[in-house]
């Protein structure tokens, strides 16, 4: 049990917080971009304006340094403040509140359970405590808890890309493109200071957007390029001229679609190799809010860091050395998931580690978050190349998310197994799954012709948890219809060993110096050393090297 202990100034009448130092884990602040300059103007209005107001947004475009300025001024006053909790905005505000770790959570929990238990605690905190809600890229009427958010006590700092009208915002402006954003750009590429004037055309030719700038210069700083070369290859991807013929995104001065253009030119002059392209393609599938850059590392099995931390240097990856994670721009995922097309054959081998940890039904973890925000990230933006494997994938992605007590996520999960049965299904009538999905070249498990269609045990499996998403909604009479329609137990229990590829994992005890994986007869050996190992990589706690 914990407990909390109401502190009073009596001599202001001011009440404190209780520390949750120890009580909510793993939420440090993030850290900040080692390249930060200026804004000094900006962090001074957010002092003045929460000293007297709970609640602030910090607005403008994507990409331009909202979220950047909210850290800074977090770090700055960070004496200020008994708690700075941090919250990655994921579309539900409830969700978000209960997927924070605290100490007394247990597995038996669920969401809501959580939540409330959370929210009590939140609660009781009062103005020295900083809430950061980042990423907060909806209107404040499409969240429905926000208005009960901000009758709390404690002060709020939001960031977002909408333009708000009936709420106290700053707006973040462009940097001063002669003193700041130069001096932004000779932070990461020193040598340009011997071309001013190319620099200077090159912060005009992006538009003045902080995110590109940067990724202009660490462009200029790695691929040898003298600034006049950059300047023409900017040029001639052709969008930045034609300003009125282009979508405006949230914003009436600045395009979008010019944004995205100059991202796309820049990733393409870096000349990355093979690896740092897969690397890219596997980031881009996972949740922006960042995965831990050592589980990163096993679910790819690199040998090194090498090449993602190449990556974080020419300013593709963002890494939050803090948390220990690594993470893609939102804007950046956009131009990655475009350039690198990340397919189920491409990504099998972080599929293959992420499937191994949904079938990893004896294990418990106490906080599964980060996996299950990977899964859910990964069926956004992947593109399905074979639906014989994703559809296995799917299956046993199912329970996982069920054993979790996730009541949101099933229902969607269940409407993504159906399409892609009914992709197989039109599939099979045109003879394209007449082919075998084993190739050389896709790397996934094999899987024989014949269970490459849609079989019983596949239509009785969907049926199965339609039913079970009817029960906690009391709908009694349609569950008992749809189990009625299974197949007979004995059909639908036992899963031929043939189309499973990867079968239940049998785990030996915490001593154990390997877990051995049995797959289509063969033993598989995998890079968890023990169950423990797996326990971390599974759950949302780092394992330290």
């Known amino acids: 049990m914990v407990r909390y202990a109401i502190l009073n100034d009596h001599s202001t009448g001011v009440l404190y917080s209780p520390d949750l130092s120890e009580v909510i884990l793993c939420n440090k602040l993030p850290s900040c971009n080692q390249a930060f300059i200026g804004r000094k103007d900006e962090i001074k209005a957010i002092a003045s304006h929460l000293s007297n107001q709970s609640v602030l947004f910090i607005t403008n475009m994507a990409g331009i340094g909202k979220s950047e300025v909210a850290k800074a001024y977090a770090q700055k006053n960070r004496k200020k403040y008994t708690n700075i909790i941090y919250l990655y905005y994921t579309g539900n505000l409830r969700k978000d509140i209960a997927n924070l770790t605290f100490a007394d959570d247990s597995v038996e929990m669920n969401e809501e359970v959580r939540f409330q238990n959370h929210y009590k605690v939140m609660q009781r905190l009062h103005t020295d405590t900083l809430l950061i809600l980042d990423n907060f890229n909806v209107l404040p009427k499409d969240e429905p808890f926000l208005k009960e958010l901000m009758k709390n006590d404690m002060q709020l700092l939001i960031t ?82 034609n300003t009125e013929e282009i979508e405006v995104f949230k914003d009436e001065e600045f395009s979008y679609a010019s944004m995205i253009g100059h ?16 690397i890219l393609r596997n980031l881009s599938l996972l949740p922006v809010s960042g995965v831990y850059k050592s589980a990163f590392k096993m ?52 599929l293959n580690h992420l499937h191994i940890i949904c ?14 925000e990977c899964l859910k990230s990964i069926n956004r933006h992947i593109i399905i190349d074979n639906k014989a494997y994703y559809l296995l994938f799917l299956q046993d992605m199912y329970p996982y998310f069920d054993k979790y007590l996730d009541t949101d996520y099933p229902s969607e999960l269940v409407e993504r197994i159906e399409y892609v049965m009914n992709l197989m299904s039109d599939s099979g009538k045109s003879n394209e799954t007449s082919k075998s999905c084993n190739s050389d070249k896709s790397g996934t498990p094999d899987i024989p012709e014949e269970i490459n269609q849609i079989s019983a045990c596949d239509k009785a499996l969907l049926l199965d948890y ?22 007979p137990s004995w059909k639908i229990t036992i899963r031929p060993i043939l189309r499973m590829p990867v079968p239940p994992i049998c785990f030996q005890t915490c001593t154990t110096t390997s877990l051995q994986l049995i797959c289509s007869g063969r033993n598989w050996k995998k890079p968890y050393q023990n169950s423990r190992q797996l326990s971390q990589y599974a759950g949302n706690m780092p394992v330290l090297d």
């Open 466 to 487: 339609k039913a079970q998403l009817l029960f906690p909604r009391k709908e009694y009479d349609n569950a008992i219809k749809k189990y009625k329609r299974r197949l």
């Open 359 to 372: 079938l990893a039904h004896g294990l418990d973890v106490k906080r599964p978050v980060t996996v299950m």
């Open 160 to 241: 977002s890309r909408c333009k708000l009208k009936n709420y106290d915002s700053i707006e973040i402006k462009e940097l001063d493109k002669d003193k700041e954003l130069k001096e932004l750009f000779y932070k990461h590429c020193p040598s340009a200071k011997r071309d001013p004037d190319s620099v200077s055309a090159i912060i005009e030719e992006v538009n003045c957007h902080t995110l590109t700038v940067c990724m202009a210069a660490l462009t200029l700083e790695v691929s040898g390029m003298e600034p006049e070369e950059l300047l023409q290859k900017l040029r001639s991807c052709g969008i930045g001229q």
């Open 263 to 278: 991202l796309r030119m820049l990733m393409k002059l870096n000349r990355l190799n093979e690896d740092s392209i897969d």
């Open 299 to 350: 679910w790819l099995e690199l040998d090194s860091l090498k090449n993602v931390n190449e990556l974080i240097r020419y300013g593709i990856i963002s890494e939050d050395t803090e948390n220990k994670t690594i993470a893609l721009h939102p804007l950046i995922q956009e131009v990655a998931i475009a350039e690198t097309i990340p397919t189920v054959s491409d990504c099998h081998v972080m």
